[in-house]
RNA sequence: GUGGGUGUAGCUCAGUUGGUUAGAGCGUCGGACUGUGGCUCCGAAGGUCGCGGGUUCGAGCCCCGUCACCCACCCCA
């Protein structure tokens, strides 16, 4: 049998799992302190949800998902990101009606099928936050404001972040647009890469994401959407920024920064780092998604989110040097003399358990000295001695590994002993 | 899907031009200290040298194949 996690996947062993649980936790709590509240949706969908939501032109819907037929022979898919399946659970439960507006958050391991390398997964984890029903161009700051401060939380100091903003427009300005792009394109088809020509038809936009040298010299003298947004895209985006520079929240603009998935209108960030990550840079993302409810056939709903990775922003901690801090792993250690006292040692742990101590014991009778090891090992501040010569006179030692001072106590005095030891 | 790199103990790695029973450090367990930790010393357990073939008197080392992992491209978290 193949005992390997299959590719791309990982396991989370304690020390990581623990980083993890840390991670949830900081954006539990900052997320709740803006207003929004969780969100589970399934791992996986009817594969509709995503081919029209994400855009089957996307690298996503094209080449990453992980699709099967189930045996009703109904096509799902292993969610590739988790906007798409908030906002078809908003759609489905009338989460949003008319005039409302609802803020939500989510997390869990999303499924791509790609090569993987360092700080890309096939399984990964992403934490996201979700703002349906908002219009204003303030919700788009806060939403921004609320990924730069996470990452603030975890200890990624503000000098190796660099947060990119931009604008994609919408139905009113886009299109023009983008047949300027692709008419640019075609006239520079020469010096393009074929990708780049294909995506002259099917989009054009996504030649600003090209990496080969020789494309990136020719879309760098091509228009920019910047330049070409109407007035109500430009407002927007202008207070966008005029609510950033108020919170003090540095930022670059990016006006060829146009992201991969097909739903963004108006506004997009993302936040990259420059250690740790290897070729991957970008450790959070998101943007305005004002069509997407509709594309599901609901009623016209503005939208916008992010997403954040988990690996990725471990990696970046990392190479920060931000350590995540441990619990302790044992206050009390009960350490067992010779067999003749394992019983009391079980029913003592248990108590002190019962009381709420974090506590201890050998279950594999081995030496007092590799019971002493292993309490050092855990950190335990106490050690509870169990012997006969004790346990006749009904007492145990109590002994503090800091000071190494001894004190007998009688058993029935136990927990309060170590309770106020422990302080 | 394409390219490059690496596979030797639980972990990190040595292993000379192919030559006897494959090593170290860390970790684990035991002992020195017959009921006491962090230091030190001693000892033990632990290995299909990724897998399969081939060459050879002899392969961890050379050849072929295969698998896995890593990194990069594409793109994204």
């Known amino acids: 049998m193949n005992v390997r996690a299959p590719k791309g996947t990982a396991d989370m062993l304690p020390d990581v799992a623990r980083a993890w649980e840390y991670l949830t936790r900081t954006a ?7 207003g929004y509240e969780p969100i589970y949706t399934p791992l996986f969908e009817n594969t509709e ?15 990453e998902m992980y699709t099967f037929l189930d045996k009703g022979d109904r096509s799902l898919t292993l969610r590739p990101e ?22 939500l958050y989510y997390s869990g391991p999303m499924f791509r099928y790609e090569r993987p390398q360092k700080g890309r997964m096939r399984q990964f984890w992403q934490i996201g936050v979700e703002v349906l029903g908002v219009a204003g161009p303030s919700a788009d700051a806060e939403v921004i404001v609320l990924l730069v401060r996470f990452f603030e939380a ?20 886009r299109p023009a647009y983008r047949e300027r792009i692709s008419a640019y394109i075609r006239d520079h088809g020469e010096q393009l ?13 996504r030649a600003f994401d090209c990496k080969n040298p020789a494309c990136v010299a020719v879309m760098a003298e091509a228009p920019l959407l910047r330049d070409s947004l109407c007035e109500e895209c430009s407002a927007h985006y202008s207070t966008v920024k005029a609510h950033l520079d108020r919170l003090g929240i540095a930022y670059e603009e990016a006006p060829r920064l146009v992201r991969g998935l097909d739903y963004y209108t108006r506004t997009v960030f993302e936040v990259q780092v420059t250690e740790g990550l290897g070729s991957q840079n970008a450790i959070g993302g998101g943007g305005r998604y004002d069509r997407l409810m509709q594309e599901y056939g609901g009623p016209p709903t503005p939208g916008l989110g992010f997403a954040l990775g988990f ?32 019983e009391s040692v079980f029913t003592m742990t248990a108590a002190l358990r019962d009381a709420g101590v974090v506590a201890e014991l050998d279950h594999q009778a081995r030496s007092l000295k590799s019971q002493f090891k292993q309490a050092d090992r855990l950190a335990a501040r106490l050690v509870v001695i169990v012997g006969p010569d004790e346990l006749a006179v009904g007492e145990v030692t109590l002994r503090d590994m800091t000071s190494k001072d001894e004190s007998r106590v009688a058993i029935g005095e136990l927990v309060n002993a170590v309770r106020s030891r422990l302080g």
């Open 28 to 34: 539990q709590d900052l997320f709740s302190r803006y």
């Open 49 to 63: 949800v995503f081919t029209r939501g994400i855009g089957e032109a996307t690298d996503i819907v094209s080449k």
């Open 82 to 103: 988790g906007t798409a399946s908030v906002v078809r659970a908003a759609l489905e439960h009338s989460l949003v009606p008319q005039g409302s507006s609802a803020k």
């Open 154 to 173: 975890v200890g990624i100091p503000a000098a190796s972040m660099r947060l990119l903003v931009n604008s994609m427009g919408d139905e009113a300005c």
């Open 193 to 205: 890469c074929e990708e780049c020509n294909r995506r002259a038809v099917t989009n054009p936009l």
């Open 311 to 342: 690996e990725r922003t471990l990696l970046a901690m990392e190479a920060a040097g931000v350590s995540v801090p441990a619990p302790a792993r044992a206050d009390v250690y009960v350490a067992r003399v010779d067999d003749s006292v394992s």
